[in-house]
């Protein structure tokens, strides 16, 4: 099996890469590749290309996705071997809008099991595309869903078990837009590659020998596969040609495991306009937003008084990790859309008092105690209530229909200050409160994932509705992930 090959021969290559200096030295950067040999912003930003069915008549938006190995050169002559949907690396932005009939044939080509999750998609449990829903290699998996959610930036990946992190790495990941009456009404920029951009931010780290460096030792399990590379659009340090004007800039934080702090060189204002699960009531400035794994946010930053050909650079510092110059801007042209409006939609907000019932989720990096790793790496295990993932076990039942209270603690064992990034299926929630304060303004609106610091506790709320079944809460750090740092919860009536 392919992956069995290429997890030993990474393996062989670190061990070689860390000779002589014992187990740890497998951390060490010695064998990966460095930023030195990284192209320079000579690339043009590619935009995915659109699947798109934005048809009002009633028919059903039909597609057809393709899961399939390739290979890109990231480096001169060193082919990279990669995975994509429809292509070499990423898939298509699919594009679709709310009540619509949504259809597609998903055909797995790869020699290895994989699923395809739509993250942020409420959606039937049997479509949902979680561990539950494998596609054997060599078989198709057809969903046939109602598009029933606001507008939004979503996503897709696969997300089958312990297979998740490494198909990601490989370049398994799309974005998913909804457009409904709100966004369409919205004076806000939407011509898509054009003004409306979508930025899937990714890091990776390389073998001399161009392949991924993607491995699972006990480092890279509680720490992520952190990467010294950053990818933008699957490109390193491309350049994005912008008109005057207002931008919108759809962002994905697609990485395994980072905590991205992203900003401009300028330390410029921008306005942002929705979070995981669609608009926020209105704009909310910042000059850095963080997104940890799985998060996105759409911003809309003002180009307007830039002079033709002014250069702003995007950049993303990996918090923990490096600092990167992700990509440059280049401004050029005339926008179509030159002021932003002030509101944007109102706000189904979920009273408190709605909720039935409180769960209490209890994120934590257990120690197993003083064995003969001592307090070592070896000796922690990553849980949810003390758990890891079992497909066979239900852990949470909630009532079809109701309205819950979560409580989410990152309670991290001495020296494992580890954050961790909850993401919830079936639903979009509301943040209630990060350690009791009411979340800033960017953090509520809708979400679906939500980053928990060390020692932090992140109540949210939401309504289980439409459907039954059986979904997964998990972190999406996708190495905690596959490390079993996942529970199901399975709604019933
Ligand atoms: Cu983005 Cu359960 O995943
Ligand atoms: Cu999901
Ligand atoms: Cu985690």
Redesign the pocket.
């Known amino acids: 099996m392919k992956r069995r090959t290429f997890i030993k021969n990474s393996l062989a290559v670190l061990a070689l890469a860390g000779a002589g200096t014992g187990g740890l030295s497998l951390l060490d950067k010695s064998g990966f590749v460095t930023t030195a040999e990284a192209k320079g912003f000579t690339s043009i930003l590619p935009i995915p290309p659109l699947l798109e069915n934005l048809d009002t008549s009633g028919r059903a938006a039909s597609f057809a996705m393709d899961v399939k190995q390739g290979t890109v050169e990231f480096f001169p002559d060193k082919p990279t071997a990669t995975l994509g949907y429809n292509g070499n690396f990423l898939g298509p932005t699919i594009r679709v809008r709310n009540g619509q009939r949504f259809q597609i044939n998903v055909n797995n080509s790869l020699p290895e099991v994989t699923t395809l999750h739509w993250h942020g998609l409420h959606v039937p449990a049997q479509w949902d595309g979680g561990p539950r829903q494998p596609v054997p290699a060599g078989t198709t998996w057809s969903p046939d869903f109602i598009i029933n959610q606001q507008a939004a930036t979503l996503w897709y990946h696969p997300h089958a078990m312990g297979l998740t992190g490494e198909q990601v790495y490989h370049g398994l990941a799309g974005l998913f837009l909804i457009e409904d009456e709100v966004s369409d009404s919205l004076d806000i920029p939407k011509t898509y590659g054009v003004d409306d951009i979508p930025l899937v931010i990714q890091d990776r780290r390389f073998f001399g020998n161009g392949q991924f460096a993607y491995a699972q030792n006990m480092h890279d399990v509680m720490n992520?596969v952190i990467g010294n590379y950053l990818l933008v659009n699957g490109v390193m340090q491309p350049t994005l040609t912008v008109p005057t004007g207002q931008v919108r800039l759809r962002l994905l934080n697609g990485s395994n495991?980072s905590i991205y702090r992203i900003a401009f060189d300028d330390q410029r204002i921008f306005q942002v306009i929705a979070s995981d699960g669609g608009f926020l009531e209105r704009p909310a400035a910042m000059n850095s937003i963080v997104l940890s794994a799985g998060e996105r946010a759409e911003i809309i930053v003002d180009f307007s008084k830039e002079s033709s050909y002014a250069v702003i650079s995007l950049l993303v510092d990996q918090m923990g990790g490096s600092k990167f110059e992700a990509m440059r801007i280049a401004v050029n042209g005339k926008a179509e859309v030159t002021t932003i409006p002030k509101t944007l939609r109102i706000l189904d907000i979920i009273p408190e008092a709605e909720a039935t019932k409180v769960r209490g989720f209890i994120?934590e990096t257990m120690s197993r105690g003083r064995g003969r790793m001592g307090m070592g790496m070896m000796g922690r295990r990553?849980t949810i209530n003390g758990k890891k993932m079992n497909i066979n076990r239900i852990d949470e039942q909630v009532d079809l229909g109701s309205t819950e209270i979560w409580e989410i603690t990152n309670r991290s064992a001495m020296m494992m200050n580890?954050?961790?990034?909850m993401h919830l299926h079936d639903v979009q929630f509301q943040v209630l409160s990060r350690n009791g304060r009411i979340p800033p303004l960017h953090e509520r609106g809708r979400k679906d994932t939500v980053l928990i610091m060390p020692g932090e506790t992140v109540r949210i709320i939401s309504r289980f509705h439409d459907y039954t079944g059986v979904y997964m809460y998990h972190?999406?750090?996708l190495e905690?992930?596959d490390d079993g740092?996942m529970g199901q919860f399975e709604v019933i009536t």
């Open positions: 992520g495991s994120m990553l580890m954050p961790h990034s972190c999406h750090l905690h992930e740092m």
